[in-house]
């Protein structure tokens, strides 16, 4: 069980959505961390640095608020470590295959109204219930 | 000023990451079990995300050109081909697995859990190898 959030989850929602727009705003650019993370992989993109100072932040991000607050987000991964492994594999071929995850796709495509990215993020939200009521109803969990 | 103010944009992403709940696998889990122990946040981050995002956008694309740049860099394809629809799907059945999308792991990083780090080493691997795979076709 975790508890309902709305509150807290429709702020960080907007949060999240702000950061898309500023990125936009100053540089120019669709704020997918998918493709900010193949960027800084060989071979590197040319201009790696904001795609590179973006994600520092996103990781500082949690250690900020706790020193500044004192509060730390829930975190549950029950996961076993194996099925870690092979769920990062395919979570990262399957964004290079298919340019983009819940943030490239699923907040700024789905917000251009691209159809690329409407149809991306029907796939992944419907192949991610199938998956988890799978693994929680049909073999009963890890 | 430049790769300052993407540090700070990347910080307002992560925050939003960890005050959503996003930045939790098993409150992923829980969004998806409608069957289950369903917990419906997820959609209020996807909401609250979507209509500052389409709203912001639009303000932004009034102007010619963004601040630090010459021109805003969109994505031009328009065709649903089948890696764009199997690659989502692909990317689904690790997100079920795993609990973790790219935006809710790297924020996870800072939480110092392990988990996160050894989901993220496997993401890049995976990521760099189909690359790899494919420039390797062509």
Same mark, same amino acid.
């Given at each position: 069980?975790?508890?309902?959030?709305?509150?807290?989850?429709?702020?960080?929602?907007?949060?999240?959505?702000?950061?898309?727009?500023?990125?936009?705003?100053?540089?120019?650019?669709?704020?997918?961390?998918?493709?900010?993370?193949?960027?800084?992989?060989?071979?590197?993109?040319?201009?790696?640095?904001?795609?590179?100072?973006?994600?520092?932040?996103?990781?500082?991000?949690?250690?900020?608020?706790?020193?500044?607050?004192?509060?730390?987000?829930?975190?549950?991964?029950?996961?076993?470590?194996?099925?870690?492994?092979?769920?990062?594999?395919?979570?990262?071929?399957?964004?290079?295959?298919?340019?983009?995850?819940?943030?490239?796709?699923?907040?700024?495509?789905?917000?251009?109204?691209?159809?690329?990215?409407?149809?991306?993020?029907?796939?992944?939200?419907?192949?991610?219930?199938?998956?988890?009521?799978?693994?929680?109803?049909?073999?009963?969990?890890? | 000023?430049?790769?300052?103010?993407?540090?700070?944009?990347?910080?307002?992403?992560?925050?939003?990451?960890?005050?959503?709940?996003?930045?939790?696998?098993?409150?992923?889990?829980?969004?998806?079990?409608?069957?289950?122990?369903?917990?419906?946040?997820?959609?209020?981050?996807?909401?609250?995300?979507?209509?500052?995002?389409?709203?912001?956008?639009?303000?932004?694309?009034?102007?010619?050109?963004?601040?630090?740049?010459?021109?805003?860099?969109?994505?031009?394809?328009?065709?649903?081909? @089948? #890696? =764009?629809?199997? *690659?989502? !799907?692909?990317?689904? +059945?690790?997100?079920?697995?795993?609990?973790?999308?790219?935006? %809710?792991?790297? @924020? #996870? =990083?800072?939480? *110092?859990? !392990?988990?996160?780090? +050894?989901?993220?080493?496997?993401?890049?691997?995976?990521?760099? %190898?189909?690359?790899?795979?494919?420039?390797?076709?062509?």
């Amino acid at each position: 069980m975790t508890e309902f959030t709305p509150i807290l989850s429709l702020a960080g929602g907007a949060m999240i959505g702000l950061s898309a727009v500023l990125l936009m705003a100053l540089h120019g650019r669709i704020a997918g961390i998918s493709g900010m993370l193949q960027g800084l992989l060989p071979p590197f993109a040319k201009d790696w640095g904001w795609r590179a100072a973006f994600l520092v932040g996103a990781i500082f991000a949690p250690v900020l608020i706790l020193v500044m607050t004192g509060w730390r987000p829930a975190f549950d991964a029950s996961t076993p470590t194996l099925w870690l492994v092979i769920g990062g594999l395919i979570v990262g071929a399957g964004v290079q295959l298919a340019s983009g995850c819940t943030s490239g796709h699923g907040i700024c495509g789905m917000s251009r109204l691209s159809a690329r990215s409407i149809v991306a993020t029907l796939s992944f939200m419907i192949s991610t219930a199938v998956t988890v009521y799978v693994i929680r109803h049909i073999i009963g969990g890890f | 000023m430049r790769v300052f103010s993407a540090l700070l944009i990347g910080l307002i992403f992560g925050a939003g990451i960890a005050v959503s709940g996003m930045i939790n696998p098993a409150k992923i889990f829980n969004f998806f079990d409608i069957a289950g122990t369903w917990d419906p946040s997820l959609a209020f981050v996807m909401g609250g995300a979507l209509v500052v995002t389409f709203i912001g956008y639009r303000l932004v694309w009034r102007r010619q050109r963004p601040v630090f740049d010459s021109q805003f860099h969109l994505p031009t394809r328009k065709d649903l081909d @089948p #890696a =764009l629809i199997g *690659g989502a !799907a692909l990317f689904g +059945i690790g997100w079920g697995i795993a609990g973790f999308c790219p935006g %809710g792991a790297i @924020p #996870a =990083l800072g939480l *110092g859990e !392990a988990q996160a780090f +050894i989901f993220v080493a496997a993401m890049l691997a995976g990521l760099w %190898g189909m690359r790899l795979l494919r420039s390797l076709k062509g």
